[in-house]
């Protein structure tokens, strides 16, 4: 939806005066018009809109006008995307349209698919969110729901596609510092450039934070590089490479006596079983090589390995586990655009595979008898297999048809291969699942003007339980749970474009969900033991809900000032269809309604300044509906300075302007049966944070 920028007008050097013919004619001279080339950002937008559903792009300049910490700061006003942080590290809870509602932060994110530049981080153990930062990003791409199919995303939530900087979009040097509130610090350095057909970017990045809330220290630096060569006009490459560091400690969750009385303080048991989490250095690596034929079809092919190992409560008293994550992930896709029955069609043939070449996870012992295993699962050998055919079909100028079908071929490998006590259970020690999915989709886009249209999709998702959801570090659960892949059918209608001074969108939708994969707590931590959380195939489930946003341009002077309002209103609408037990109770996990709003004046100068609030309704604990989160509104406001020349920005961004104490994210429970359960984790006090960026 981005409009291409006025056309420059080139004169030869004669079309200053009109040239003479021999014959003394007068005519003319040359005049070549050329228009402005699109951003990527520019083109990936184009490329969204034409997609028959609920998407957005947010660009990372857009997000660094005030502090970028963590992707609860990238994917903020983004409607139906719930994006929190707990402690303020990057395991953040992250939930489109439901997906993965009730997991909480700490743990890997499921129920939505996370790429980098197009390549697959999701594997079949979910997402792992150290890499999952804000570091080198360009702009992020937000597909909801079956509105992914281009990324063979089958999930329920959709997609995110996190696109890197290259020596294309960032050339020359950079260095940003940034601090603020609760010790954090965070320095970035960056450099990029041309050389011949090669460009290269590289940026690295040093960051810590003492925390809000006791015990909820955090540090990590990383590298994020982006390479890339053309060959020729048609054969170009790219290697992306990423690593990164964290350690943090947990935070605790709270019950609501301790989070009014002091939101600051931890839970006894995180704070004596030490509770932390190692990523001793994820590697993330990349290659995609785009081949363009002489009829401007496209053959892209990309390969991944990915490296993550973890220690989970490393100086716990209380089960130490160690992991071991080693992924392949490879892709194929064949594009064309040419005609169809006579009509202009656009069509596309992929296929995608991530699979645990070596994963598994070791618990020990960490009271006197430090080292001593207790338990020790195996996951190698799981996958998930994805073969997609799609078209957009012109039927006229006006209505578009888009039609998919994807096949997925799902197998999980569990082999508890050693435990140090009986299995009394009654489940296995081994389960295998191996069996293929049909996903369709159909969806139609009808212009009702240049820059907006109406759409409607029909479609069916598959997400499969991530390996580890069937038997993970737990020395209680020595068993391997048979869990079998969430399905739902959704459909979705809405209206999306620019008109005038508002650009926006507005998307219904309502998906049946059967076996959904939904986790609770099934007992507390202890000073003496971790907690037990357990997945399992829930009855049928009704997701629905409402997705807005709206940008509008309140007004504009003649000097180049602006005044611009944007808003996101999410309304989540999640329960049971009918359960034996709970009725049509809600989920667990999500707030009903959320707002965000933003209003911002922008100086032709550079100056910038706004107020912005975050409303969120109360949000159900347990399953039993008999304890919620309370409801809470924050106050922020940002200003700061972006230099016309580029070369300094500076900001001052500052969050919960009243000091209020809120939940932001919840630990969800079985039945609290109306109890004060420690299941709340707090969000931040008021806190100040600023940033210096020099470009040279």
Known sequence: MFAVSSALLTFTP?????????????????????????????????KLDEVAGGTSLVTQADVEKGRSATLEDTLAYQPGVYAQAAGGNDAIKISIRGSGANTSPGYF????????????????????????????LNYTEVLRGANAFEYGAL????????????????????????????????????????????????SVDNSSRDGYQDFTFTKAKGVVS??????????????????????????????????????????????????????????????????????????????VYHNYPQILSRQSTVNPNYWDWRDINYSLKYSRTDQLFGLPSTSTVGWSSTEHVRSGVRTYRGDKDLGVLQKQVEYDGSFDHVFSLGNDLGLTDKLYLATGLSAIQIKRDINVTFSDRAN????????????????????????IAPDVQLFANASRSIDPPSSWSSSGSGVTSNYAKPLVPQAANTVEFGIKGKAGVFDGSLAFYKSWIKNELLNVEVLPATSTSAAVVSTSNATPTIHQGIEAGLSTRLWEGANGDSLTWRQAYTLNDFHYENDPLFKQNELPGLPKHVYQSELQY???????????????????????????????????????????????????????LTDQDYVTAVLPTYNAQGRDVASLYPGDGFGAFTGVTYNF
Not at 14 to 34: H, I, Y
Not at 113 to 118: E, S
Not at 424 to 430: E, R
């Open 14 to 46: 004669l079309a200053s005066a009109a040239d003479t013919s021999p014959n003394g004619d007068k005519r003319l001279g040359t005049v070549t018009v050329q228009a402005a080339k699109q951003t990527p950002a520019q083109a990936a937008q184009a």
């Open 602 to 656: 922008q100086w032709a100068s550079g100056f910038y300044a706004g107020v912005n609030v975050r409303s969120v309704s109360s949000t159900a604990v347990d399953y039993a509906n008999s304890f919620y989160a309370p409801s809470y509104t924050l106050w922020g406001a940002r200003l700061g300075y972006d230099d016309p020349g580029k070369t300094w920005q500076v900001y001052l961004d500052l969050k919960n």
């Open 155 to 202: 999930s329920l939530g959709g997609a995110i596609n996190f696109v890197t900087h290259s020596g294309l979009t960032a050339p020359g040097n950079r260095i940003k510092v940034e601090g603020g509130s609760f010790g954090w610090q965070k320095q970035t350095l960056s450099t990029g450039g041309v050389a011949g057909n090669a460009d290269y970017f590289v």
């Open 226 to 303: 982006n390479f890339g060569y053309r060959f020729n006009p048609k054969l170009e490459t790219r290697l992306y490479i990423r690593y990164r560091e964290e350690y943090h400690e947990n935070s605790g969750a709270l019950t609501r006596a301790q989070l009014k009385k002091n939101s600051t303080q931890t839970n006894v048991a995180t704070r004596d079983t030490r509770g932390d989490s190692t990523k001793r250095g994820s590697t993330w690596v990349g290659s995609k090589t785009t081949y363009t034929f002489d009829d401007d079809a496209t053959l892209e092919a990309g390969l």
């Open 109 to 136: 994110r499921e129920g939505t698919k996370f790429l980098f530049d197009g390549l697959a981080l999701t594997g079949a153990g979910g997402t792992p969110y150290e890499l999952l930062d804000t570091q080198g």
């Open 424 to 447: 009394t259970s009654g489940l296995p020690d081994h389960y295998q699942y191996d069996e293929w999915k049909l996903a369709p989709r159909i969806g139609l886009r009808y212009y």
